[in-house]
């Protein structure tokens, strides 16, 4: 990964980020139930494609697509959705499983999807 695709991050102002099983979230953020769950999906994300893939993937997908439009946020986003619209409790793991195994977190299958089919 060049720095010059870092240079998309540094310019972000995100909410917060994920590292391998660990993330960050902003002060004004540790309360949001919500963005909690929505970093955990990157952590799941990490650990179904591995640190090189999915670092690959961000960068290259965030620096094509954009912060929202990038297969992993969006991903991220309708699960997330998911999770502040039903009462059920889902799988998270099995259904993030599904969507990478259906090859949902590349451009060409994940983008577009809505978060119904999820
Ligand atoms: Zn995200």
């Given at each position: 990964?060049?720095?010059?695709?870092?240079?998309?991050?540094?310019?972000?102002?995100?909410?917060?980020m994920t590292f391998f099983h660990t993330y960050f979230v902003r002060?004004?953020?540790?309360?949001?139930?919500?963005?909690?769950?929505h970093e955990l999906v990157h952590v799941i994300q990490w650990r179904?494609?591995?640190?090189?893939?999915?670092?690959?993937?961000?960068?290259?997908?965030?620096?094509?697509?954009?912060?929202?439009?990038?297969?992993?946020?969006?991903m991220a986003f309708n699960l997330q959705k998911r999770f502040e619209?039903?009462?059920?409790?889902?799988?998270?793991?099995?259904?993030?499983?599904?969507?990478?195994?259906?090859?949902?977190?590349?451009?060409?299958?994940?983008?577009?999807?809505?978060?119904?089919?999820?």
């Amino acid at each position: 990964m060049g720095l010059a695709r870092l240079g998309a991050f540094e310019r972000m102002r995100m909410a917060g980020m994920t590292f391998f099983h660990t993330y960050f979230v902003r002060a004004d953020g540790a309360q949001d139930e919500s963005l909690h769950f929505h970093e955990l999906v990157h952590v799941i994300q990490w650990r179904l494609l591995g640190g090189d893939k999915f670092l690959a993937f961000y960068a290259a997908d965030l620096e094509r697509f954009g912060y929202r439009k990038s297969p992993l946020e969006r991903m991220a986003f309708n699960l997330q959705k998911r999770f502040e619209r039903e009462a059920q409790p889902f799988s998270v793991e099995a259904t993030c499983q599904r969507l990478v195994a259906e090859g949902r977190h590349r451009p060409e299958r994940g983008a577009g999807r809505p978060h119904e089919q999820l």
